[in-house]
């Protein structure tokens, strides 16, 4: 059975740094991408960060490069994401998903439409 659980959200202060964990059961991460997705109130939802399993290639969206981090532990079967000074627009529930390497695209492969698997979601708020 697939499944991806996440965890680590919490309310943080601005400037804060907190690191989410996605647990992986049913799934090998090697032959997988995945990735973080965020949505918050009334927006879109948008890709944060994917890493393929193959390569270890990742994608950042531009609103998280050099704050946000994505890492892997295939032993463990988890992925993290390290978030680093937050701020409110951070703010949104997050969800890990995956999707097969087969057919993945060589551009724009961190869009959420492509993912077939996803957690449940853990809320992430930066406020003072």
């Known amino acids: 059975q697939v499944q991806l659980v996440e965890s680590g959200g919490g309310l943080v202060q601005p400037g804060a740094s907190l690191t989410l964990s996605c647990a992986a059961s049913?799934?090998?991460?090697?032959?997988?991408?995945i990735g973080w997705f965020r949505q918050a109130p009334g927006k879109e939802r948008e890709g944060v960060s994917c890493?393929?399993?193959?390569?270890?290639?990742?994608l950042y969206a531009d609103s998280v490069k050099g704050r946000f981090t994505i890492s892997r532990d295939d032993a463990k079967k988890k992925v993290y994401l390290q978030m680093n000074s937050l701020n409110s627009e951070d703010t949104a529930v997050y969800y890990c998903?995956?999707?097969?390497?087969?057919?993945?695209?060589?551009?724009?492969?961190?869009?959420?439409?492509?993912?077939?698997?996803w957690g449940q979601g853990t809320q992430v708020t930066v406020s003072a």
């Open positions: 890493m393929r399993g193959n390569d270890g290639s990742t």
């Open positions: 998903a995956a999707r097969s390497l087969w057919g993945i695209p060589s551009t724009n492969w961190c869009n959420g439409d492509s993912y077939h698997y």
């Open positions: 049913g799934l090998m991460l090697p032959a997988l991408a």
